[in-house]
T-cell receptor, first 111, second 113 residues
């Protein structure tokens, strides 16, 4: 079952602009993670935010989590052409180690 | 750095063939996972394993089986490949406990004719 739903499905921006992607989920979580996937490749972990955290930063990435709304957002600031990729949120809801992935947002950054 | 490798990047098989997809990780991770990825459906969990010789069904186990005889290796088996199993297959591993990050292999794109 798909827990995370991402919005928008696709996003196209100019280099230098900020990109915001949103993720909604349905059940209580332990943490929420964001991953990036370049075309035809495996996923790479970007950032993890725990259920008791509200905001986290890593370089040009900013993640927020609102557990009352069951939603998260990923902000990429000052985007670069190299940020072009698909971005997935994934929720960790229990002690099984399983992640449930959303369908992803495809980001295109035009030079 | 954690490294997760998959035996093939691209694979073409015929309907009815038995297909083996191999995944190896080098970080002594307890947990390993197999996903398939299809356009519009995201990643769906096929099987996962907590440790050697242990396996659990994921969301879409039908038509697949797995084997974990050694800690570093997790194999996905398509007993009789069908065209609807044409997909991108991704393997991942993680350590038990924190951090909860999963490390992914590069993927195997399987085409069943």
């Amino acid at each position: 079952s798909q827990q995370g739903e991402e919005d928008p499905q696709a996003l196209s921006i100019q280099e230098g602009e900020n990109a915001t992607m949103n993720c909604s989920y349905k059940t209580s979580i332990n943490n929420l993670q964001w991953y990036r996937q370049n075309s035809g490749r495996g996923l790479v972990h970007l950032i993890l935010i725990r259920s008791n955290e509200r905001e986290k930063h890593s370089g040009r990435l900013r993640v927020t989590l609102d557990t009352s709304k069951k939603s998260s957002s990923l902000l990429i600031t000052a985007s670069r052409a190299a940020d072009t990729a698909s971005y997935f949120c994934a929720t960790d809801a229990g002690n099984t180690g399983k992640l449930i992935f959303g369908q992803g947002t495809t980001l295109q950054v035009k030079p | 750095d954690v490294k997760v490798t998959q035996s093939s990047r691209y694979l073409v098989k015929r309907t009815g063939e038995k297909v083996f997809l191999e995944c190896v990780q080098d970080m002594d991770h307890e947990n390993m996972f197999w996903y398939r990825q299809d356009p519009g459906l995201g990643l769906r969990l096929i099987y996962f394993s907590y440790d050697v010789k242990m396996k659990e069904k994921g969301d879409i186990p039908e038509g697949y089986s797995v084997s974990r005889e050694k800690k570093e290796r997790f194999s996905l088996i398509l007993e009789s490949a069908s065209t609807n199993q044409t997909s991108m297959y991704l393997c991942a591993s993680r350590t038990q406990g924190a951090p909860e990050t999963q490390y992914f292999g590069p993927g195997t794109r399987l085409l069943v004719l």
